[in-house]
């Protein structure tokens, strides 16, 4: 890796990146919800029951990691703890801001 990308990627303030990230989740979930919906679709259908049982249980297994993730792409992130508080979020919190 070069340095001038190892120092572009250190100056990106944080909640810029922040914001990336939701938009690339913003984009991911779309797809994945899309995936786990032709999956459901799919044990519905004629050929489906004629799949052996080992292929069953792979498709059941690939639907329930994929309806896995798109929970996991749509509930809220944990709090990190440790990392400082912008002090915008900080003056929104405490009421602060009109002052």
């Given at each position: 890796?070069?340095?001038s990308?190892?120092?572009e990627r250190s100056s990106t303030p944080l909640h810029v990146k922040?914001?990336?990230m939701l938009t690339e989740a913003r984009v991911v979930l779309p797809g994945a919800q899309a995936l786990f919906g032709f999956q459901l679709a799919?044990?519905?259908t004629q050929s489906f029951v004629q799949l052996s049982s080992a292929s069953k249980i792979v498709?059941?297994?690939s639907l329930?990691?994929?309806g896995l993730s798109v929970v996991l792409l749509i509930a809220p992130a944990?709090?990190?703890t440790g990392l400082s508080t912008p002090a915008r979020t900080r003056r929104t919190c405490t009421g602060s801001a009109a002052r």
């Open positions: 890796m070069t340095s990308l190892t120092e922040i914001d990336q799919i044990v519905m498709h059941e297994a329930f990691m994929v944990p709090p990190i």
